[in-house]
């Protein structure tokens, strides 16, 4: 065995002054609190510290080393008063392994042997795993049947608070099998009480169990919280050295993280799954890694990685099945072997005492020589059958990825020429926009009237506005989407162009680097600030004097942007009003303005003149 660490020590030491105890109770409570110091020993070793190996590899995950020590110390023959935990232990394994049958056999003589002897606690403990065996084969009546019985048991026995945590744990696992609507806060009710009883018994295994079921029941129940008790339970089951359950635990808070949309957490948890779940050749932990991968992946959007998460989950899937196919058929032959072998002996005993005896038993080695023989008809049987269902599901997957790559590839097809139509309509309206401009400049040379120059004017300058919007869709690579700076760096300097005779000392300056704005809020937009430089241009600036404007904008947080305007002249008069002006360009503004969701604002200090342009999507649905 390994060498113990000092809290071992300590914990027999303590473990010696407890008389009232049965000596393999005082094992299993200090294997529980140290499962990695008891994962190896010798088999010449005593009954005791075969049993400790047996159940520390049982806690650990390693069930193949667990049931062979369970073997080691049957063959020790311990004590009768102590073989009913040996008992126990063996079909907690043998359900481990999907071993069922055998499993109740050995609940039921775990049960025998305990009422014998009178263990209310044994007979207790094996009840709930009663209990938890048809639970896990939904036989759900005779579930719910031996939760009656635990319960009038508890009234009328003493029975340790561990044990009474770890059946209002059980009893919460068939509530949440059975799952509705209002089964959820009794599931609830029943793990608090499995966490109460756990604390005052200083069980934290049995805490850690009840903190990963209860995260489980709020994800199921898309409630909040599940992440801390799923972290609470990994901690705990780590820090215990119970390496499968940790694992479990560690799948669960990847599936929470996969709801919180955290993919790259997400993807760090399940990798380091797989590599100690690939270490161990757990591959029912990689199937659910696997599964769990394939649904993050899809919600990404990545699907060629989703259908190969997805591949590798049918893979280990299938290994899992395989498995324990394998180690069931490898136990028959070895039975039969055996059988086989002490009907020889049995044959050769009786034939030095009758022919007749020697002739019965050749004709019964003869029967099961035909037993044999069926067997294992049916078993490769059964074998060819596998094999071919195997290569039909592989050649089915097969087909389903030619066709995903087909449907992939139509698609690609059909979203390009879905952006070159985009691109030509918008270059197309743009075009018309840049006719529709060119002839109102003509129209505009051949009147003589100046207002009427002033307005046709101002009306090209809100089409050219329009019409940047376009060409910079059509000429950048995202055709739904534009960014702000670069579409005013080529507005502003046209519209400098328009009013030379106010602009000649006039410097401009645009900072708003990181707005992106969808297309059907980058028009209306552009013809708000459109109407707000043309403003200052026109009225800000007499010939002469030198002054600025500026155009800066901001990202506050992912649902808010603002935008200010500013020039340093002399401001709109106090006595305009801007929510009743009639000039067509602040009514403009303030329409465009509501229709947005934009909040409005203008200020006049001494220095500057700005108009602020406030966004939110949470204002906005």
Sequence with gaps: MR???LLTILSLLLSF????QPEIEERRLLVHKNARDFTSCDSSDAWLDLYSCALANYLVGDYSESFRYVKLTFDKNPPEDEIGYLLLLNARVLRARAEDARAVLSLDSALSVFSK???ESGVYMTLIDLAEHYRGNESWMEATEYIKQLQVYQVNHQVPDEYVSRFYHRKAAIWTELWDDDSTETVKADLMKSFEYAERANTPWQKAWALLDYGYILHLALEDGSMDYFQQSASLLDSLGYTRDYINAEINIARALIIQK???????????????AKERGWNIILADAYSSLAQMYE????YKEAYAAY???HEYRLAFVRQIFDDKHAETMARLGTQSARNELMATANAKTAVEKNYEAEKSKNKLYVVLFIVSIIGLSFITWFYWRTKSLNRTLAQQKDLTAEANKNLEHALDQKDIIYRELHHRVKNNLANLSGLIYLQERSLSS?????????TRNRIQAMSAIHKGLYQTDDIIQIDLQSYLEELTPSLMTMYTEHTDNVTWTIQCEGIIVEIDKAVPLAMIINEMLT???????????EGIIEVKGKVINENTWEITVSDDGPGLPEEVDLKNNTTLGMKLIHVLSEDLGIQLEYNNNESLSTFTLKYSTENNG
């Design 450 to 458: 100046a207002e009427a120059k002033r307005a046709l004017h101002d």
């Design 17 to 20: 002054a407890s008389f009232g």
């Design 535 to 545: 403003n200052s241009l026109k009225y800000a600036f007499d010939e002469d004097r």
């Design 262 to 276: 955290d993919f790259d957490a997400c993807s760090e948890r399940l990798n380091h799954v797989i590599e100690t």
């Design 311 to 313: 591949r590798e989950y």
């Design 3 to 5: 060498k113990p660490t």
């Design 299 to 302: 919600l990404q959007g990545k």
């Design 117 to 119: 002897i009178e263990n």
